[in-house]
């Protein structure tokens, strides 16, 4: 068995990762504002704290359908911003666009809760997997388990790599993002537009679409606060992209050790 | 294109480049290949945490690669069979740990070099002390089942996909690190030594690739078993003609890089398939599904190799000893 304290390891960092996402809900403060929706933090947030509380029983929160419906919802909607982008950018947006990884995400959270088996499953949550009942859960379908391991190595390579330089296609880039009117530019927008990416939002009351721009494109702003969005401290797009590499790994060993 | 390496670029090389797509930075292949070996790395290392590797079983399956080795190999591999079987939950978790910190080395820019060094370090280690040399030096080394070793592919592809260029031009991204000379030399005693293996008298008996295939049956899903099954079945009493067949696939592989650029595809195409046939069939897909893979095995690997020798049009903005790239970086090129 996986000795706990590996997974302890990852719960751990999981529980960072939720506190930075409810940090950065809480700078940017998108209730203030009429058409910002925080679904890419949201989503960091409720993950790993499902995650954490996968890895470590005693941070369990909610029952398994709770989790289920939640990631059911989280992955309509981001399945929904997905088509939305490929209406707008291509086809090439299903899998290359900024909201593919967290699709594929919402999708592994959803798929772990409802493949997981026996002897796990019997328990509340998965807290067999974190050694106390001494044995661990596995998951129905594990094929499916491989492929969305590797798509999410994959992502949390992609995000690596252009997180520590420039974007080797040019699609993203490092510049902060540039700022719609009227506060449109989302709590989530660094991390959904990808990694360390400059991002665009449509007008507020619109829908909200975030697109990724070339580094010919973006023009950085030199100043602004969370209000503006802006990006800077705890919103900087590189700290939703760090939290996003840090979910990915961590869901891609979850999902190989209950092959 | 990394800025620094497009401050470099003559006019006409940037020509060369193809003008704006070259000015906004085309995919770098070689760049997108490290990646992928990244990727590999970060799968290793979290097949490494598995729970099959913290039990005894782990040090066992270490333990009989000695079996068939030289003593001088051998005494080694008993040695480590030994620390991990006493140690197993510290030193299968250094083992991960050291992987982990080699993709993300691989994946981040400014440590790709030096990632790259360690990971051709630590696969020459693990080759030896943990595969056994990939049998090559026992009867029983196939390329079906593994030989010559998944991990010295991960040493091989790490020289190869080195971030640096010796030449103005080279004709397939493996080439541009160590020229193509010497890359398809290296391709050549490859894949002639997976089709020497091919025929030897262990694998080339009436009932041994059947063998080979349905042992990997056990702990498979069920559809996965099934194709093993059946794919044993094909084979069986064919041992022979079967091996002649992969054998002279094999041959063809090896030679394929130094035909014309049309006929290389070909072979190109002709070692995907194989690779993909050898990692579905002979190895189960590393037996990631049965929860005790420590890594991909051999199939996909090989398959990322035929890719680094696809023939592209890579031209380089400066020799690398004049304006050396920064590392990892595109280094001023481009490939198509």
């Not at chain 1, 360390?196 to 507020?204: F, R």
């Not at chain 2, 003609?241 to 195409?269: D, N, Q």
């Not at chain 2, 398959?303 to 050396?324: D, F, G």
Request: charged content about 10%; aromatic content about 8%.
């Amino acid at each position: 068995m996986t000795p706990s304290w590996i997974l302890d390891i990852f719960a751990a960092l999981m529980l960072v990762v939720a506190a930075v996402s409810a940090g950065r809900l809480v700078a940017a403060q998108p209730w203030r504002q009429r058409a910002a929706l925080a679904d890419i933090d949201v989503a960091h947030l409720l993950m790993a704290i499902a995650m954490a509380g996968m890895l470590a029983p005693s941070l369990q929160t909610l029952p398994n359908g709770a989790w289920e419906v939640i990631f059911g919802v989280l992955t309509a909607w981001f399945a929904y911003r997905v088509v939305r982008d490929a209406q707008v950018s291509g086809v090439r947006a299903l899998a290359g666009g900024h909201c593919a990884p967290h699709l594929i995400h919402a999708a592994a959270m959803l798929y772990m809760f409802l493949a997981l088996t026996a002897p796990a499953a019997h328990g509340s949550g998965m807290s067999g997997m974190g050694g106390a009942a001494g044995t661990m859960g596995t998951l129905s379908l594990p094929f499916l388990a491989f492929i969305f391991a590797l798509a999410l190595i994959g992502y949390s390579i992609w995000d690596l790599d252009q997180l520590s330089g420039p974007g080797a296609s040019g699609h993203y880039s490092l510049a902060v993002a540039r700022v719609a009117p009227a506060g449109a530019v989302l709590a989530g927008v660094g991390a959904g537009a990808g990694p360390g990416a400059a991002a665009v939002s449509e007008p507020a009351g619109s829908a909200v679409v975030t697109e990724p721009v070339t580094a010919s494109q973006a023009q950085p702003v030199g100043a602004g606060g969370p209000a503006s969005g802006t990006g800077r401290g705890i919103l900087a797009p590189w700290v939703a992209t760090s939290s996003r590499i840090a979910m990915g790994v961590t869901m891609a060993f979850m999902l190989l050790i209950l092959i | 294109m990394s800025e620094i390496a497009a401050a470099g670029v003559r006019p006409a090389a940037r020509s060369r480049l193809g003008g704006a797509e070259a000015s906004r930075g085309a995919p770098d292949v070689r760049r997108l290949l490290q990646l992928a070996l990244a990727g590999i790395w970060l799968l290793d290392a979290l097949l490494q945490y598995q729970s099959f590797m913290f039990s005894k079983a782990f040090s066992q399956m270490i333990g009989g690669t000695a079996s068939g080795n030289p003593g001088v190999v051998a005494s080694p591999i008993t040695w480590n069979a030994t620390l991990v079987e006493h140690h197993a939950v510290l030193v299968n978790s250094i083992f991960a740990t050291i992987q982990l910190i080699l993709a993300i080395g691989i994946a981040w820019r400014p440590t790709v070099r030096l990632a790259l060094a360690a990971s051709i370090a630590w696969a020459l280690g693990v080759w030896w002390f943990g595969e056994g040399l990939g049998m090559v030096l026992t009867s029983s080394a196939s390329p079906v089942n593994g030989a010559p070793g998944a991990v010295v592919i991960y040493a091989l592809l790490a020289v190869l996909l080195w971030p640096t260029d010796r030449s103005v031009s080279a004709p397939f991204t493996a080439a541009r690190a160590v020229g193509a000379p010497v890359a398809r030399a290296l391709w050549l005693v490859l894949w002639l030594s997976l089709a020497y293996f091919a025929l030897l008298p262990g694998n080339r008996g009436p009932q041994a690739l059947n063998g080979m295939i349905a042992g990997m049956e056990s702990g498979e899903p069920g559809w996965l078993a099934a194709i093993d099954r059946n794919a044993a079945a094909l084979v069986a009493h064919q041992g022979l003609a079967a091996s002649i067949v992969l054998a002279v696939a094999l041959v063809i592989i090896a030679v394929g890089v130094y035909l014309p650029a049309p006929a290389a595809k070909g072979t190109l195409v002709l070692a995907l398939v194989v690779a993909a046939v050898i990692w579905a069939f002979g190895e189960a897909f590393g037996t990631i599904l049965t929860g005790g893979g420590t890594d991909p095995n051999s199939g996909l690997l090989l398959a990322l190799l035929a890719l680094t020798y696809w023939p592209v049009r890579t031209a380089v903005t400066a020799p690398a000893r004049t304006a050396p790239a920064p590392a990892g970086a595109n280094e001023g090129t481009t490939a198509s």
